[in-house]
Each structure stands twice: as structure tokens, then as C-alpha cells.
Nanobody, 119 residues
Framework: QLQASGGGLVQAGGSLRLSCAASGTIFSINAMDWYRQAPGKQRELVASIVSPARPNYADSVKGRFTISRDTAKKTVYLQMNSLKPEDTAVYFC???????????????WGKGTLVTVSS
């Protein structure tokens, strides 16, 4: 129900834009997040957005990454600028979704998309 795209190989200092679209008959989407997991490391929260006025970022990406969402398209984006080799990871999107006909929402995960930053 979440499809992420936009990963790839980029040189240090470059940019990439990730997208993640939710599908299905959705009643509402609360928070939408991006996580990442580097080889041998735990998954970590990169950025989160509930409303455009309330984005949150990990300290390691502040000033370089921007999270945004398009409510009509049920899509969350992650614009990544000034990429560093340490940003190399599999990036996962996560969203708190309530589907039509459900009484409550729950977290859904998209399949990861690999971002590789070469030095």
C-alpha cells in the first residue's frame, strides 16, 4: 500500500528526490515518515511530517533534506541535497493510514529504496 521510488547512485554533493505514494481507498493519513537503514546499523528516523508546518528532522540531515507531502496525491517526498557518503542506506517510507471501512489507523511500511552516495 506504500510504493517508494527515486533511489539511486549519486556522487557526494549531489541530490536525489524520493517519493512514496499510498494506494487504496484511504480515509485519512496522519504522519508520514522516512526512515533509513545503513549496512550493519539500526533503522533510524530521518524525517517526519504531519502537516506542512510541522516537519521534523534528524540532526544529521537538518539543512540538507526537506520532507513534504501532497495530500491529494497521498504522497510524501524527501528532497535530499548535499548528499554525503554517510547518507548511503536503504530508505523506507512509513505512514499512519486509516483505510475506509476501518475503525482505526495503523503504520504501513513501503519497500525500501537504495540510496548510494559515492565519495
Amino acid at each position: 500500500q506504500l510504493q517508494a521510488s527515486g533511489g539511486g547512485l549519486v556522487q557526494a554533493g549531489g541530490s536525489l528526490r524520493l517519493s512514496c505514494a499510498a494506494s487504496g481507498t484511504i480515509f485519512s493519513i496522519n504522519a508520514m515518515d522516512w526512515y533509513r537503514q545503513a549496512p550493519g546499523k539500526q533503522r533510524e528516523l530521518v524525517a517526519s511530517i504531519v502537516s506542512p508546518a510541522r516537519p521534523n528532522y534528524a540532526d544529521s540531515v537538518k539543512g540538507r533534506f526537506t520532507i513534504s507531502r501532497d495530500t491529494a496525491k497521498k504522497t510524501v517526498y524527501l528532497q535530499m541535497n548535499s548528499l554525503k557518503p554517510e547518507d548511503t542506506a536503504v530508505y523506507f517510507c512509513n505512514a499512519d493510514i486509516t483505510y475506509s471501512g476501518s475503525d482505526y489507523g495503523r503504520d504501513y511500511w513501503g519497500k525500501g529504496t537504495l540510496v548510494t552516495v559515492s565519495s
